[in-house]
């Protein structure tokens, strides 16, 4: 059971979240321990060399479990590839496609008609610290194994997507017939419209650089096209209110002299742009307030996670 360590943490506010790590270990053939901690309680998956050996979640075993581990939206989870001594006990049988196949099915089925809770119980220390999660790690046998789902073709040079870029598909995954290597057809299908490229690696727990080199692939980047986030009417309302309290009047100027140099309206403001406008307003100060339009406008990068 020595395989080099791939360590996955993260939260289960995604409802991608474990569906993805899942189907990373069965591709990659990982033996390792699945860690999940809910409010309701622990879960557990053992793989041996990408296939299902046992699922426990709260009193629930095997596809039950499963079922509802699928269903799980708040929480953490991480993996492990020290395994322990004896391994937990087999209790689900068949190939890991036909196992996740069937808890999709089940979960589906459970939300469409909500099956009884599970027991309440007193969390454990480990459920207890829902909020904790470590950054990725990765490893060179995680990128060896990326290689392998990107495509060979990828020009070296092509341009990659910015992490604010919001990719879109062209194309209806439920009814192409084009196939895509496993990693890449995961991420095909967390694009939303919605999601930027940055919170697709997020989900799928994907460095972003490795996020974007697959996008910027020759093979996907024709059915993806690219949309610049627009920022909330807010963000300009708090931002005038900022540099007003102290620009004064000469505030309304200055804020269209900065969004004129970036050629951005307050209907057609990106989030790309926003820092750059927020820098472009800063130098516009007259020198003597500089100073204090930038401690004002960091109050507002920090509210809007710039």
Known sequence: MNTPTLNLTGNLSSPDAIPVVLQMLI????????????????????????????????????????AQLL??????????S???????????????????MRAAIAADHLQREPAPALPTSAPDEESAALLVTTPFQRGT??????????FEDTPSAAPLPGPDLVPELNIDLNVT?????????????????????????????????????ILSGTSVAQHVQYLERMMPPQFWTDVQDAATDVLGIAAGVLLKKAAKTLDV??????????????????????????AQVLERLNAVRHRYRL
């Open 177 to 213: 017939t084009e196939t895509f290597p496993g990693q890449v057809w995961r991420l095909l299908n967390l694009i939303d419209g919605r999601r930027t490229v940055q919170e697709v690696s997020d989900v799928s727990a994907t460095p972003l650089p490795d996020v974007q080199r």
């Open 141 to 150: 046998d995680f990128d060896a194994a990326l290689d392998a789902f990107v």
């Open 71 to 80: 269903l799980a939206r708040e929480g953490t989870f991480e993996t492990a």
């Open 265 to 290: 309206t307050r209907d057609t403001f990106p989030l790309a742009r926003a820092p750059l406008w927020l820098d472009a307003l800063t130098a516009a100060a007259p020198p003597d307030r500089q």
């Open 82 to 100: 020290q395994i322990p001594t004896p391994p937990p006990a087999a209790n689900i049988t068949g190939s890991s496609e036909q196992i996740l």
């Open 27 to 66: 591709d990659l053939k990982r033996t390792a321990l699945l860690h999940v901690h809910t409010p309701r309680g622990r879960g557990v998956v053992f793989f041996e060399l990408g296939q299902f050996r046992h699922v426990s979640f709260g009193p629930l075993h095997s596809d039950d479990a499963l």
